[in-house]
């Protein structure tokens, strides 16, 4: 386990939007012993990280000593393309991806509730995401923090969260 530093938690940098892609693959669940096809992954996997900072784009790092040891973002898809947990036009869909030797910890609870007070924050209503559904700790982690099971196909579950607005 790595040493105990002071974790900061802010907004992804446009500086740092290549890192996006090495999350976004790090985010796959693949079952012990699977050797995925990387090239293939990429290519189905884009739409998630290219021209990242288009309108309704917003991610957050963790960081330790400046380095990004997890991302949460979410963005909006359309009907023409959709991402894995399309629901609509107007919902945005959540990823996120702790770096191995930083999960465990509390971080991607910590990121998540950062998205979701900043997507409410925004006047978004509810957010999805898709989950493998043998990815018991993500799952698990999910339905922790509110998500509702919307349904569940070709090995995916979709799932849901209303989002609150803050008062004020």
């Known amino acids: 386990m790595p040493a105990p530093n002071p974790i900061q938690i802010r907004a992804l940098d446009p500086a740092d939007y290549a890192l996006l892609e090495q999350f976004t693959l790090l985010a796959v669940h693949l079952p012990p012993g699977v050797e995925p096809d990387w090239a293939a992954l990429r290519a189905a996997l884009a ?10 784009d917003l991610a957050l790092a963790a960081r330790v000593e400046g380095k990004a040891v997890g991302m949460v973002w979410a963005r909006l898809f359309t009907a023409s393309q959709p991402g894995y947990a399309y629901l609509d036009a107007e ?12 999960r465990g910890l509390g971080l991607g609870k910590a990121l998540t509730q ?4 900043e997507l409410g924050r925004r006047g978004y ?4 995401l ?24 070709e090995g995916a579950i979709t799932m849901c969260r ?3 607005k803050p008062e004020g």
Do not use: C, M
């Open 130 to 153: 898709s989950v493998s559904p043998d990815n018991t700790a993500a799952w698990g982690l999910y339905q922790a923090l509110g998500f509702e099971t919307v349904s569940e196909a």
């Open 114 to 117: 950062a998205l979701l007070r």
């Open 91 to 102: 919902t945005p869909e959540l990823s996120l991806a702790i770096l191995p030797e930083w």
């Open 125 to 128: 209503s509810q957010v999805s």
């Open 47 to 56: 739409h998630y990280y290219q021209l990242f900072g288009r309108p309704g």
């Open 162 to 164: 209303k989002l609150e």
